[in-house]
């Protein structure tokens, strides 16, 4: 059985993995209010501490773990690595993209450590776009000088803002298709504070619209993931390593096509070449977005050379490849101007 904790755009991804299997599993989220089908699922709400969850686990069969949850959910993803190591439990951790870290933007790793930019810098007027769970954590900032929390328009957003003594007026609320550009234009903020959220929180809008208005923008770094979890950030990463950690969950097993193989044994020749270091795995990047971790069977250099290989795995596939190694070679060249055509 698997259980999923999820509640993120990310955890209606698993469901939906999980769903094409028709196997049972559980989908866990904090409280009630995301709405969401699971056609062979079970709902399980409440959070869980250690104790909660180990009994759980082991009361439910649970033999995998995804954690699909936000990845600002840093106690929930400490909690899971603690149970996982106690259990024996391999632990998928299907995260979210993210763009490159522009080092123009100010970076903090604490919002005490955002506060103390704010305030050394006489930045009086913020624009909190971190969500709610967060004005406790800024209420060494806003009980002082002037703040805006946008938030999602629900009464539990807005009991959490009056029991921490927010004024309700300050407060603003998200809904889908969000003109940014037009809400800062009109609030036009001595800075934005936002959390590095991915693709799914919308990031590169805030910062893009916050970019043309001349506006500083704070973010908060995203808490480092434990190095035990499996990391996926996609749909085929999902199932394949679903499909391999816990035989049987699918009546089909997937595969990766030649091409992707090719793709990884070049990469991985590539890096060998360049680093002189025995490759071990590769990531490639799939047409969609998508990147994959593919395993590097073999790994041999020359003086100028290195060729890696990866063994094809077709899944169920009936491709008369499957089983193969797909062979690449990078070599070093001291001719000018060499192209090299497709195929060679």
């Known amino acids: 059985m698997i259980l999923?904790?999820?509640?993120?755009?990310?955890?209606?991804?698993?469901?939906?993995?999980?769903d094409e299997a028709g196997s049972p599993y559980y989908y866990s989220t904090r409280g009630n209010a995301q709405q969401i089908e699971c056609k062979h699922g079970t709902r399980v709400a409440g959070g869980m501490d250690c104790d909660a969850m180990t009994e759980f686990c082991s009361t439910h069969n649970i033999r995998l773990?995804?954690?699909?949850?936000?990845?600002?959910?840093?106690?929930?993803?400490t909690t899971v690595a603690t149970v996982s190591e106690q259990l024996d439990l391999p632990v998928i951790r299907l995260e979210r993209r993210y763009p490159p870290r522009d080092?123009?933007?100010?970076?903090?790793?604490?919002?005490?450590?955002?506060?103390?930019?704010?305030?050394?810098?006489?930045?009086?007027?913020?624009?909190?776009?971190?969500?709610?769970?967060?004005?406790?954590?800024?209420?060494?900032?806003?009980?002082?000088?002037?703040?805006?929390?946008?938030?999602?328009?629900?009464?539990?957003?807005?009991?959490?803002?009056?029991?921490?003594?927010?004024?309700?007026?300050?407060?603003?609320?998200?809904?889908?298709?969000?003109?940014?550009?037009?809400?800062?234009?009109?609030?036009?903020?001595?800075?934005?504070?936002?959390?590095?959220?991915?693709?799914?929180?919308?990031?590169?809008?805030?910062?893009?619209?916050?970019r043309q208005l001349g506006i500083p923008v704070i973010v908060i770094r995203r808490p480092s993931l434990p190095d035990s979890f499996y990391v996926v950030n996609g749909e085929h990463g999902l199932r394949y390593r679903v499909e391999r950690l816990l035989p049987g969950f699918y009546p089909l097993r997937s595969g990766f096509t030649t091409g992707s193989c090719a793709t990884a044994a070049t990469r991985a020749a590539l890096e060998g070449l360049l680093s002189r270091i025995p490759q071990h795995s590769a990531t490639i990047t799939l047409p969609d977005g998508e990147t994959v971790t593919l395993p590097v069977s073999s790994c041999t250099f020359t003086k100028d050379s290195c060729t890696c290989g990866v063994i094809k795995d077709a899944g169920d596939d009936p491709d008369v490849t499957n089983g193969y190694t797909v062979l690449s070679t990078v070599s070093l060249t001291t001719r000018p101007g060499i192209q090299f055509l497709p195929g060679e």
């Open 65 to 77: 773990i995804i954690d699909a949850a936000h990845p600002f959910a840093s106690l929930l993803h």
């Open 103 to 210: 080092e123009s933007l100010v970076w903090c790793d604490t919002f005490d450590d955002a506060i103390d930019y704010l305030e050394s810098h006489e930045i009086r007027d913020l624009l909190a776009l971190s969500g709610v769970q967060t004005i406790t954590k800024l209420q060494r900032y806003w009980k002082k000088h002037p703040c805006h929390f946008r938030v999602l328009d629900r009464d539990d957003s807005r009991e959490i803002a009056r029991r921490a003594g927010f004024p309700a007026e300050n407060l603003l609320f998200w809904h889908e298709g969000q003109d940014e550009l037009a809400l800062f234009r009109q609030l036009h903020p001595g800075a934005i504070l936002t959390k590095e959220s991915g693709e799914s929180g919308y990031y590169e809008e805030k910062i893009s619209a916050a």
């Open 4 to 18: 999923i904790f999820g509640g993120t755009t990310e955890g209606r991804t698993a469901v939906k993995v999980l």
